[in-house]
């Protein structure tokens, strides 16, 4: 079965403090790996698209990264206004759907 | 470039009665899907609309619904509606390339609250 899993599902750092977000997938056929970013009663915001292992993609404070089996969303030196629910969805297996993971929401404290 | 546009944004509903849902793509997009997000079961796929022709369609009921017009604005339909149909329904849409493999920019979203 096509599955996306997120981890952690939530995550607090302090203003500065560096980490990485997960997306595992499992999906046959993978045509795309997608991160959106969603704030609280808004629609998701597209980040980045990656579609093969080793591809990299950043912007601003962010990185993806994708190998054959996961996704890594790095936020170096966070800010506070980077605060949101980080999605990551693949596109793959019989049907193309977009399949979405639960999210990690990240609190960023100054 | 206007972003997605989807009408009306918040709704309130009664038990069994049905609502239809607006979405305007961005300008030159013509393939539009839409989701539905919980709390629990996080953003899931209802269906994608291409040239006004449905191409692929998620695990929901047949109450669900939905269309594509010759301008690529879509509408979704939920009939008798049930408390648990309470969600944010999302809009999305993206731009045709032959290899398939488009992002998708999503609209605001409608917040459809069943009672």
């Known amino acids: 079965e096509d599955q996306v899993t997120q981890s952690p599902e939530a995550l607090r750092l302090q203003e500065g403090e560096s980490s990485s977000l997960n997306c595992s997938y499992t999906v046959s056929g993978l045509r795309g790996l997608f991160w959106y970013r969603q704030d609280p009663g808004k629609g998701p915001e597209f980040l980045f698209t990656l579609y093969s292992a080793g591809e990299e993609k950043e912007k601003e404070r962010l990185k993806a990264t994708l190998t054959k089996k996961e996704s890594f969303l790095h936020i170096t030196a966070p800010k506070p206004e980077d605060s949101a629910t980080y999605l990551c969805?693949?596109?793959?297996?019989?049907?193309?759907?977009?399949?979405f993971g639960k999210g990690t929401k990240l609190s960023v404290k100054p | 470039k206007a972003g997605v546009t989807q009408t009306p944004r918040y709704l309130i509903k009664t038990r069994g009665q049905q609502v239809t849902l607006s979405c305007s793509p961005i300008?030159?997009?013509?393939?539009v899907s839409w989701y539905q997000q919980t709390p629990g079961q996080g953003l899931q796929f209802l269906f994608e609309y291409f040239s006004e022709t449905q191409r692929n369609k998620g695990n929901f009921p047949g109450r669900f619904s939905g269309r594509q017009f010759s301008n690529s604005r879509s509408e979704m339909n939920v009939s008798t509606l049930e408390l648990g149909d309470s969600a944010l329904y999302l809009c999305?849409?993206?731009?045709?390339?032959?290899?398939?493999?488009?992002?998708?920019?999503f609209g605001p979203g409608t917040r459809l609250t069943v009672l």
């Open positions: 999305a849409s993206s731009s045709f390339r032959t290899s398939g493999y488009n992002e998708q920019f």
């Open positions: 300008s030159g997009h013509r393939s």
């Open positions: 969805a693949v596109r793959g297996g019989s049907q193309g759907n977009l399949i």
